[in-house]
């Protein structure tokens, strides 16, 4: 099944609230949140012409094995 999920994040250090989309089927679990780098005291990354926005969205998925 699918609903939304409220957490915390830590990054180097920084724990911030997060809250986003996630569904379960089976042994699969998924979910996506999206976060700013700057509430985490993180630049932006900037590598050969590729620039990385403040605000990013993550993607988790896991396998029960």
Known sequence: GGGGFKGDLTLRG??????????????????????????FGLSPLSKMGVVVQDDVQIAVEVDAK
């Open 14 to 39: 920084v724990t911030k609230p997060v809250s986003g989309k996630a569904a379960v089927s089976g042994s699969h679990a998924s979910c996506e949140f999206g976060i700013k780098l700057s509430d």
